[in-house]
């Protein structure tokens, strides 16, 4: 693919143009050009226009003109309105990346004017921009120092990429400082063109690059920024370290602004991204995952020969939220022959001031084997019976056999210096206090966790449900043609009994009378609520009234709610108030279910405890929909009324599939009904018995018009089952079509393994060698907003076997897709191709793509004539004499080959 290399000249340039004004020797330009020469940047270097400097002399030039040979990068340091017209000379000469560290808000009112006209010069020319208001960036392996930081940092394989100029500068110097090594510093500054996402993509194909840290302000598009970290997230582990933290969810109500951090916090964890709170975590974090340290869980087991340092470590822990291991039987008495008279099996294990290394090692051994222990932390303070260096010697020796990770904590200075390097030399993490080091396992714990739920490609709705189209859709249309904002109980129940989930039966009295019927209808004790369509009941119930168990009560309380309502709304339309039987469930837990409508992220889920509770505790979990049983498991258990499901005393465990059910139905409703502003089932009854929507308030937002893509205003793009097609080929053989999922990898490689050398060769454009496993898992983890892959499947002696795919990925320009095509050797000439082309051709054109483009081998004639006959232009290479490039317009109507392909 194309994608990867589009700014390859951008991190890799053989030749860099300072273009700045100002004669200051303290100047920003002069700073760059000053950094490049120090850096020892192996490439030409020139300065545009820098008057009076006698240091740039022998390497100035009056205008980018007047450079002979190509210029790779210019860097722009120059007055705001001077810069369309620099712009515009870069595209003259040919430069096709630019890093502007110009600060174009400067420019007073006519800023976004004057930030469009760049961007259209700049677009119109063919010109890349980086900035503005960028530090610029670093490739330390090659000596670009390409920013006015006052910094040099060493090669390594850490990329840094950043909104903040300051920040990246602070994190450069912070590097520098620990001996850090950097592959990569971007600073994105105002990203009126390059974003994160075209970064990215290309360090996940950067060799140079094993870790990718991020420090993020702010999101502007939240799908395409969820869509960048996902795919990169996939390949590389990316660490992440925001600004602003917005604290805990605060309050009852549903406000998104009461949500803002733990929304942000929720879409990256199902990016399988880990975000770290501080600078120094962001790299030990990285330094962990760097030497191999992999909890298999989240709990951890401490070990240590004295009870302050063992406190201190087990406090951390707990406020961290990091749960210590509970052991076995089976180990603890294993460990009492160990361990001083009197210990009860709880953690941290205290080996004693008396311990010696083999009580360490023995001890570590036995942690090792109990399936409740997912890390263990060694710790040790430089008492005479443990020569620290001989601990850490045995560390090394036996950490490689072992079923767990180790992490360690060596406290001291000088008596432990050589241990520690012992310990760093083997690849095991070891630090000198111990919240530097529990800090480090709850990060890393998280981070496989991440990797878990990045992993989960729920669909927009679960088999058996409600589907677009089907009962529930028209039911919110019509609200919407009438312009409603506020549902009434009624109409709220309706609507979530037609997505499946159970709700009590409400009846609507117009006067008191009927009120009382009503009420003996649905069956004593009942409760009512002011019913009124322009009106949105307060959160605290004071337009509610329960248990009533009595007529004249019934009455008495009409009258109240009717007058209540018509007094805080004298204009509103009060219709009565809805009656329903108040459920009596002895047994049952309170919950809250709610959908809130987030101003970045959009859709958002919220789980905790419902009822007078949920107004007192504020428990709340937050998640993105889509959800799939995986993803709605770990909502229950992120939030802590989850410990209240269990058997309990008199009370028996709860039915969690119900409670699934309802969290996945609601996930379904936020994907289908975009309308929805916020949604709270408050409280949901659960027991034994299953589940119950006992009140439930809808918002929706009329206004609100869903356009061509179904899914646009979800941040995680939901897997698009309604793909899926079987086709009958000539032949008789039914082939099924269907997007590709993370777990078709296996199936991915056994279609890669088999095709001919040529065919190998074609696809992959070079010679036909073997595929990594991280391509196959690229080809296979797929974002369906940026990109999408169909494969064509058979099913053989009841085994599932691919025989071709198609797929495509956007490009940076945001309007073109490259494309690639594949059939198994046995299937060409079948018609196979052809159909996978248009099929994906389709797929495209409705994601909303003005052009389709591919490199296609000058000698491969087969493909050649498939892409005529399916209207592709078929043109030069612009760089490769041996390739030719096809390109298919796709705000076009489709050309009778596709349509004839799709037939």
Same mark, same amino acid.
């Given at each position: 693919?194309?994608?990867?290399?589009?700014?390859?000249?951008?991190?890799?340039?053989?030749?860099?143009?300072?273009?700045?004004?100002?004669?200051?020797?303290?100047?920003?330009?002069?700073?760059?050009?000053?950094?490049?020469?120090?850096?020892?940047?192996?490439?030409?270097?020139?300065?545009?226009?820098?008057?009076?400097?006698?240091?740039?002399?022998?390497?100035?030039?009056?205008?980018?003109?007047?450079?002979?040979?190509?210029?790779?990068?210019?860097?722009?340091?120059?007055?705001?309105?001077?810069?369309?017209?620099?712009?515009?000379?870069?595209?003259?000469?040919?430069?096709?990346?630019?890093?502007?560290?110009?600060?174009?808000?400067?420019?007073?009112?006519?800023?976004?004017?004057?930030?469009?006209?760049?961007?259209?010069?700049?677009?119109?020319?063919?010109?890349?921009?980086?900035?503005?208001?960028?530090?610029?960036?670093?490739?330390?392996?090659?000596?670009?120092?390409?920013?006015?930081?006052?910094?040099?940092? !060493?090669?390594? *394989?850490?990329?840094?990429?950043?909104?903040?100029?300051?920040? $990246?500068?602070?994190?450069?110097?912070?590097?520098?400082?620990?001996?850090?090594?950097?592959?990569?510093?971007?600073?994105?500054?105002?990203?009126?063109?390059?974003?994160?996402?075209?970064?990215?993509?290309?360090?996940?194909?950067?060799?140079?690059?094993?870790?990718?840290?991020?420090?993020?302000?702010?999101?502007?598009?939240?799908?395409?920024?969820?869509?960048?970290?996902?795919?990169?997230?996939?390949?590389?582990?990316?660490?992440?370290?925001?600004?602003?933290?917005?604290?805990?969810?605060?309050?009852?109500?549903?406000?998104?602004?009461?949500?803002?951090?733990?929304?942000?916090?929720?879409?990256?964890?199902?990016?399988?991204?880990?975000?770290?709170?501080?600078?120094?975590?962001?790299?030990?974090?990285?330094?962990?995952?760097? %030497?191999?340290?992999?909890?298999?869980?989240?709990?951890?087991?401490?070990? $240590?020969?004295?009870?302050?340092?063992?406190?201190?470590?087990?406090?951390?822990?707990?406020?961290?939220?990091?749960?210590?291991?509970?052991?076995?039987?089976?180990?603890? !008495?294993?460990?009492?022959?160990?361990?001083?008279?009197?210990?009860?099996?709880?953690?941290?294990?205290?080996?004693?001031?008396?311990?010696?290394?083999?009580?360490?090692?023995?001890?570590?051994?036995?942690?090792?084997?109990?399936?409740?222990?997912?890390?263990?932390?060694?710790?040790?303070?430089?008492?005479?019976?443990?020569?620290?260096?001989?601990?850490?010697?045995?560390?090394?020796?036996?950490?490689?056999?072992?079923?767990?990770?180790?992490?360690?904590?060596?406290?001291?200075?000088?008596?432990?210096?050589?241990?520690?390097?012992? &310990? *760093?030399?083997?690849?095991?993490?070891?630090?000198?206090?111990?919240?530097?080091?529990?800090?480090?396992?709850?990060?890393?714990?998280?981070?496989?966790?991440?990797?878990?739920?990045?992993?989960?490609?729920?669909?927009?709705?679960?088999?058996?449900?409600?589907?677009?189209? %089907?009962?529930?859709?028209?039911?919110?249309?019509?609200?919407?043609?009438?312009?409603?904002?506020?549902?009434?109980?009624?109409?709220?129940?309706?609507?979530?009994?037609?997505?499946?989930?159970?709700?009590?039966?409400?009846?609507?009295?117009?006067?008191?009378?009927?009120?009382?019927?009503?009420?003996?209808?649905?069956?004593?004790?009942? $409760?009512?609520?002011?019913?009124?369509?322009?009106?949105?009941?307060?959160?605290?119930?004071?337009?509610?009234?329960?248990? &009533?168990?009595?007529?004249?009560?019934?009455?008495?309380?009409?009258?109240?709610?009717?007058?209540?309502?018509?007094?805080?709304?004298?204009?509103?339309?009060?219709?009565?108030?809805?009656?329903?039987?108040?459920?009596?469930?002895?047994?049952? /837990?309170? &919950?809250?279910?709610?959908?809130?409508?987030?101003?970045?992220?959009?859709?958002?889920?919220?789980?905790?405890?419902?009822?007078?509770?949920?107004?007192?505790?504020?428990?709340?979990?937050?998640?993105?929909?889509?959800?799939?049983?995986?993803?709605?498991?770990?909502?229950?258990?992120?939030?802590?009324?989850?410990?209240?499901?269990?058997?309990?005393?008199?009370?028996?465990?709860?039915?969690?599939?119900?409670?699934?059910?309802?969290?996945?139905?609601?996930?379904?409703? %936020?994907?289908?009904?975009?309308?929805?502003?916020?949604?709270?089932? *408050?409280?949901?009854?659960?027991?034994?018995?299953?589940?119950?929507?006992?009140?439930?308030?809808?918002?929706?937002?009329?206004?609100?018009?869903?356009?061509?893509?179904?899914?646009?205003?979800?941040?995680?793009?939901?897997?698009?089952?309604?793909?899926? /097609?079987?086709?009958?080929?000539?032949?008789?053989?039914?082939?099924?079509?269907?997007?590709?999922?993370?777990?078709?990898?296996?199936?991915?490689?056994?279609?890669?393994?088999?095709?001919?050398?040529?065919?190998?060769?074609?696809?992959?454009?070079?010679?036909?060698?073997?595929?990594?496993?991280?391509?196959?898992?690229?080809?296979?983890?797929?974002?369906?907003?940026?990109?999408?892959?169909?494969?064509?499947?058979?099913?053989?002696?009841?085994?599932?076997?691919?025989?071709?795919?198609?797929?495509?990925?956007?490009?940076?320009?945001?309007?073109?897709?490259?494309?690639?095509?594949?059939?198994?050797? %046995?299937?060409?000439?079948?018609?196979?191709? /052809?159909?996978?082309?248009?099929?994906?051709?389709?797929?495209?054109?409705?994601?909303?793509?003005?052009?389709?483009?591919?490199?296609?081998?000058?000698?491969?004639?087969?493909?050649?004539?498939?892409?005529?006959?399916?209207?592709?232009?078929?043109?030069?290479?612009?760089?490769?004499?041996? &390739?030719?490039?096809?390109?298919?317009?796709?705000?076009?109507?489709?050309?009778?080959?596709?349509?004839?392909?799709?037939?």
């Amino acid at each position: 693919m194309q994608a990867s290399h589009q700014l390859a000249r951008l991190f890799e340039p053989e030749s860099v143009a300072v273009i700045g004004a100002s004669p200051r020797p303290d100047s920003t330009a002069h700073f760059v050009f000053a950094n490049l020469i120090a850096g020892g940047y192996a490439g030409r270097v020139w300065a545009v226009n820098p008057k009076h400097d006698e240091v740039l002399q022998h390497r100035c030039v009056a205008s980018l003109e007047a450079i002979d040979g190509r210029i790779d990068l210019a860097i722009i340091a120059t007055a705001p309105r001077s810069v369309p017209g620099i712009v515009e000379q870069c595209a003259r000469a040919g430069v096709r990346q630019a890093v502007l560290l110009s600060d174009l808000a400067t420019a007073g009112s006519g800023a976004e004017l004057l930030r469009q006209r760049v961007l259209d010069v700049a677009r119109s020319g063919g010109v890349r921009l980086l900035g503005g208001k960028s530090l610029g960036l670093m490739r330390p392996s090659i000596g670009l120092n390409a920013t006015f930081a006052d910094v040099q940092v !060493q090669p390594g *394989d850490l990329a840094l990429v950043t909104q903040s100029g300051a920040m $990246c500068a602070a994190v450069l110097d912070w590097a520098a400082m620990n001996r850090i090594g950097v592959s990569a510093a971007v600073n994105l500054g105002a990203a009126i063109d390059i974003d994160f996402g075209e970064v990215l993509d290309y360090l996940v194909h950067d060799d140079r690059t094993r870790f990718v840290l991020l420090h993020v302000e702010r999101v502007r598009q939240a799908r395409r920024f969820l869509s960048a970290l996902r795919s990169a997230a996939r390949v590389k582990p990316v660490l992440l370290l925001k600004s602003g933290s917005d604290g805990e969810p605060q309050g009852a109500t549903l406000d998104p602004r009461n949500y803002g951090d733990a929304v942000f916090d929720a879409a990256v964890r199902r990016a399988g991204v880990v975000r770290v709170r501080g600078i120094s975590q962001l790299f030990h974090a990285a330094k962990g995952l760097a %030497a191999g340290f992999r909890p298999r869980g989240s709990q951890l087991a401490i070990v $240590c020969n004295g009870t302050g340092p063992g406190a201190m470590a087990a406090d951390c822990a707990h406020a961290l939220g990091v749960p210590l291991a509970r052991l076995t039987s089976d180990t603890v !008495q294993a460990l009492r022959a160990l361990l001083p008279h009197g210990w009860d099996g709880s953690m941290p294990i205290d080996l004693g001031g008396d311990a010696t290394p083999e009580r360490y090692l023995e001890c570590i051994r036995a942690l090792a084997q109990d399936a409740h222990v997912h890390a263990t932390l060694v710790m040790l303070s430089p008492l005479a019976p443990a020569p620290a260096q001989q601990v850490a010697h045995g560390i090394a020796d036996i950490a490689r056999g072992l079923p767990t990770t180790l992490c360690c904590c060596f406290m001291g200075g000088e008596r432990v210096a050589e241990a520690r390097r012992i &310990l *760093d030399d083997a690849g095991i993490p070891v630090f000198r206090s111990p919240d530097t080091v529990i800090e480090l396992f709850c990060d890393i714990s998280r981070y496989f966790v991440n990797q878990k739920l990045l992993l989960q490609v729920p669909g927009a709705t679960r088999t058996g449900a409600p589907a677009a189209g %089907a009962r529930p859709r028209p039911l919110i249309e019509a609200l919407v043609a009438e312009r409603r904002s506020v549902l009434s109980a009624m109409e709220s129940r309706a609507l979530l009994g037609a997505w499946g989930v159970p709700v009590s039966p409400v009846l609507v009295a117009h006067d008191a009378t009927e009120a009382m019927f009503a009420a003996e209808r649905v069956g004593w004790p009942v $409760c009512l609520r002011v019913e009124a369509p322009d009106l949105l009941p307060p959160a605290d119930g004071t337009w509610t009234r329960q248990p &009533l168990g009595g007529a004249e009560a019934v009455r008495e309380a009409f009258g109240q709610l009717v007058q209540a309502a018509r007094a805080a709304r004298p204009d509103a339309r009060v219709r009565g108030v809805a009656i329903e039987a108040c459920a009596t469930r002895p047994h049952a /837990r309170e &919950l809250m279910v709610g959908l809130l409508r987030d101003p970045t992220f959009g859709p958002v889920l919220v789980f905790g405890a419902g009822g007078r509770s949920g107004q007192i505790d504020r428990d709340r979990a937050v998640a993105l929909p889509p959800l799939n049983a995986y993803l709605a498991r770990d909502l229950i258990a992120s939030a802590a009324v989850s410990r209240t499901l269990d058997a309990f005393g008199h009370l028996p465990a709860a039915d969690r599939a119900a409670l699934e059910a309802v969290l996945l139905a609601v996930s379904d409703m %936020a994907c289908e009904l975009p309308w929805i502003r916020e949604l709270q089932i *408050d409280p949901l009854l659960l027991d034994e018995q299953g589940a119950l929507a006992a009140d439930v308030r809808m918002v929706i937002d009329p206004t609100i018009n869903p356009g061509s893509d179904r899914y646009a205003h979800m941040a995680i793009h939901p897997y698009p089952g309604h793909l899926r /097609r079987q086709w009958a080929m000539p032949d008789g053989s039914v082939v099924t079509v269907r997007p590709v999922r993370p777990e078709d990898a296996v199936l991915e490689r056994a279609f890669i393994d088999s095709l001919s050398p040529e065919a190998r060769r074609m696809r992959f454009m070079g010679p036909a060698g073997e595929v990594p496993p991280s391509v196959v898992a690229r080809m296979t983890q797929i974002d369906y907003d940026r990109e999408m892959a169909l494969l064509a499947t058979l099913v053989d002696g009841g085994v599932e076997r691919q025989v071709g795919s198609a797929r495509y990925a956007r490009l940076p320009d945001g309007h073109s897709v490259e494309f690639a095509l594949a059939v198994a050797d %046995a299937w060409q000439r079948r018609g196979l191709g /052809r159909r996978l082309m248009a099929a994906i051709i389709d797929c495209a054109r409705v994601g909303g793509a003005r052009a389709m483009v591919g490199d296609v081998y000058a000698d491969n004639a087969r493909m050649l004539g498939l892409m005529k006959a399916l209207g592709f232009s078929v043109l030069p290479h612009p760089e490769e004499a041996t &390739l030719k490039r096809v390109v298919l317009a796709l705000d076009e109507p489709a050309g009778q080959g596709a349509a004839a392909a799709r037939a």
